[in-house]
């Protein structure tokens, strides 16, 4: 049988609580390979590893389906807005909650030169950039280092994994808002004109705004309640 909307609040908000926890363990682990006091980080965090290691698939399991629940809690406000052709959000909406993706740094090792970098496939755990690094500097006599870089700009929009659900809606909706207006003077020419920028921006600023506090006083009435400055979380 389908699920209540209160049921499909409630799968989203286990989703972000999985996420949450999983980060907490992910930190502590880190804090264990970072401590040059600790001479076995991986025999010391074995057991964590193991734990997280059942929680993200878990997380695995559960986040496609909490990410199609919040694209359709979306644009079920998009539709009562005439945001909707034959009852569709033209486009639909589209995104993933992803880790962000890493890059492999490599420096001469005896000056600071950047001679090299490889981007890494999402999902790679902490334990596994210390073999990494251990492995290139070993082979190579290089100095590397494992970094995160930015999202991509994608159809669906990566967002970042976090925790922070008014986030989640708000940044999809924004997104969402700038692929809308793709085809339109102000999205053709965002790059060339700064007036039809600043017009898009506002634009998805504004639906961002609208939109994304119906689908939280309708769905999640708990986060409706707590407010925040999105550009400044997205600026962290």
């Known amino acids: 049988n389908a699920m209540t909307d209160a ?11 999985q996420i949450g926890q999983a980060q907490q363990l992910e930190g502590q682990i880190a804090q264990r390979f970072a401590d040059p006091a600790e001479r076995d980080p991986a025999g010391a965090t074995a057991s964590l590893r193991a734990e997280r290691d059942r929680l993200r698939q878990d997380i695995s399991n559960r986040l496609p389906v909490a990410e199609a629940i919040l694209q359709e809690q979306i644009e079920s406000v998009l539709r009562e807005e005439g945001f909707a052709v034959g009852g569709q959000a033209m486009p639909p909406v589209r995104f993933q909650l992803t880790r962000l993706p890493f890059i492999l740094i490599v420096s001469r090792r005896d000056r600071i030169e950047r001679i090299d970098q490889r981007e890494l496939k999402t999902g790679l755990t902490v334990d596994a950039f210390d073999r990494i690094e251990r492995d290139v500097d070993a082979r190579f006599d290089v100095s590397s280092l494992v970094t995160p870089i930015g999202g991509y700009a994608t159809y669906p929009t990566m967002l970042p994994e ?33 007036a039809a920028r600043t017009i898009n921006e506002t634009a998805a600023t504004l639906v961002q705004r609208e939109v994304g506090e119906r689908v939280l006083r309708r769905y999640y009435p708990e986060a409706a309640a707590q407010a925040y400055d999105l550009a400044a979380l997205a600026s962290d």
């Open 7 to 17: 049921a499909q609040a409630e799968f989203v908000r286990e989703a972000l609580r």
């Open 162 to 194: 976090t925790t922070a659900l008014r986030f989640v809606v708000e940044t999809a909706t924004h997104e969402w808002t700038h692929n809308y207006l793709l085809p339109s003077y102000v999205g053709l020419n965002y790059n060339l004109d700064p």
